[in-house]
């Protein structure tokens, strides 16, 4: 606010010096211009100092390929059908309402970090960003006899966020585990409404991750392999009708019966197949490489056998994804060190 007075002051000074001064003149049109741009919403200037919204929600279609191809394994399908949602959304200059995905599967396959990668291109700060917003069912909405103050305070929570910024990002993790009717309250700002109470919900992104439907992908997925089918033959039609049913009349998912899957207002299921060993190795060399070590495919494969795998006869499946990838690594961290020590 100091810089914000100045500016005032050089306004103020020359009204009181009799002589036309064109200089103080253009001194003091050049101060008012400097406090606006410093002290505008969505100035340039202020925006190089602290993080602005990305209004139009804007998205780099390489970047998001990139980083889905380089950090997120053996999920064809769920790279795919969010590589094409998102750039549909991103290019329309005025979409009729909010994109909404929903993530199935196991712990470990990946939705989370997809949710992570997708906010970061929207706005670079990801999770960091006061303008993404993470919701955990377990931690902000874990007492059911208080659902109806969680719809009224998740209604007034996104009004409010998106209003200071429509392209703001909501990722609401553990669906799995939130009580049925909670997120109905959200329902009229994913509808096809222009504005609602005049506010505009049209650019806004909406995650929904969850476990549930996880049973109905994996048995899907074996099924392929069984008839000796690749992987990657399968298709979002194979699934996408099994997982919108299935959650629907899942006792045990925040979208038991919900209205905004009797409104048709999610635009994808989006399915995260059981992982392999081989994605498994490929989450442990991504992750000795974000940790600067050089892969050691002996540590690789030491980490890989260290899971656990389904069905019990083929143990074909990592039962946890990659998930516990990290905290194995860490146990092999000293005999890498050594042997990096070594090498050197």
């Given at each position: 606010?100091?810089?914000?007075?100045?500016?005032?002051?050089?306004?103020?000074?020359?009204?009181l010096t009799p002589a036309f001064d064109?200089?103080?003149?253009?001194?003091?049109?050049?101060?008012?211009?400097?406090?606006?741009?410093?002290?505008?919403?969505?100035?340039?200037?202020?925006?190089?100092?602290?993080?602005?919204?990305?209004?139009?929600?804007?998205?780099?279609?390489?970047?998001?390929?990139?980083?889905?191809?380089?950090?997120?394994?053996?999920?064809?399908?769920?790279?795919?059908?969010?590589?094409?949602?998102?750039?549909?959304?991103?290019?329309?200059?005025?979409?009729?309402?909010?994109?909404?995905?929903?993530?199935?599967?196991?712990?470990?396959?990946?939705?989370?970090?997809?949710?992570?990668?997708?906010?970061?291109?929207?706005?670079?700060?990801?999770?960091?960003?006061?303008?993404?917003?993470?919701?955990?069912?377990?931690?902000?909405?874990?007492?059911?006899?208080?659902?109806?103050?969680?719809?009224?305070?998740?209604?007034?929570?996104?009004?409010?966020?998106?209003?200071?910024?429509?392209?703001?990002?909501?990722?609401?993790?553990?669906?799995?585990?939130?009580?049925?009717?909670?997120?109905?309250?959200?329902?009229?700002?994913?509808?096809?409404?222009?504005?609602?109470?005049?506010?505009?919900?049209?650019?806004?992104?909406?995650?929904?991750?969850?476990?549930?439907?996880?049973?109905?992908?994996?048995?899907?997925?074996?099924?392929?392999?069984?008839?000796?089918?690749?992987?990657?033959?399968?298709?979002?039609?194979?699934?996408?009708?099994?997982?919108?049913?299935?959650?629907?009349?899942?006792?045990?998912?925040?979208?038991?019966?919900?209205?905004?899957?009797?409104r048709n207002l999610i635009d994808y299921?989006?399915?995260?197949?059981?992982?392999?060993?081989?994605?498994?190795?490929?989450?442990?060399?991504?992750?000795?490489?974000?940790?600067?070590?050089?892969?050691?495919?002996?540590?690789?494969?030491?980490?890989?056998?260290?899971?656990?795998?389904?069905?019990?006869?083929?143990?074909?499946?990592?039962?946890?994804?990659?998930?516990?990838?990290?905290?194995?690594?860490?146990?092999?961290?000293?005999?890498?060190?050594?042997d990096m020590k070594a090498r050197a």
């Open positions: 606010m100091k810089l914000l007075k100045a500016a005032v002051i050089f306004v103020l000074v020359p009204t064109p200089l103080s003149v253009s001194v003091v049109a050049g101060s008012a211009v400097m406090a606006w741009h410093l002290f505008s919403s969505d100035s340039w200037l202020r925006c190089r100092f602290q993080e602005c919204c990305n209004k139009n929600a804007t998205v780099n279609f390489t970047a998001l390929k990139a980083q889905l191809d380089n950090r997120l394994f053996g999920q064809h399908l769920a790279k795919d059908v969010v590589l094409k949602a998102v750039l549909g959304f991103s290019n329309n200059p005025s979409p009729k309402k909010p994109l909404i995905l929903s993530l199935h599967g196991w712990a470990g396959t990946g939705k989370n970090f997809l949710s992570q990668i997708l906010a970061e291109q929207v706005h670079p700060a990801g999770l960091r960003s006061k303008f993404v917003h993470l919701f955990l069912a377990t931690l902000h909405f874990p007492h059911q006899d208080q659902v109806k103050l969680y719809k009224e305070q998740l209604q007034n929570w996104i009004r409010g966020n998106v209003s200071a910024c429509p392209s703001s990002v909501f990722i609401f993790d553990e669906m799995d585990k939130m009580h049925p009717g909670v997120i109905d309250a959200i329902k009229p700002f994913l509808d096809y409404y222009e504005e609602v109470d005049g506010v505009s919900y049209r650019k806004a992104i909406f995650i929904f991750l969850s476990n549930a439907g996880g049973d109905l992908i994996n048995k899907a997925a074996f099924d392929f392999w069984s008839s000796g089918k690749r992987r990657e033959d399968i298709q979002l039609k194979d699934l996408e009708p099994l997982l919108s049913v299935g959650v629907f009349n899942n006792k045990n998912s925040g979208l038991w019966h919900s209205s905004i899957i009797d299921f989006v399915p995260f197949l059981p992982l392999e060993q081989r994605h498994v190795k490929m989450c442990v060399r991504a992750e000795m490489t974000a940790r600067g070590y050089a892969v050691d495919e002996k540590i690789v494969q030491a980490v890989a056998d260290e899971m656990t795998y389904f069905p019990k006869e083929q143990k074909i499946y990592s039962d946890k994804g990659c998930k516990t990838v990290q905290a194995k690594l860490d146990i092999h961290e000293d005999f890498v060190m050594r």
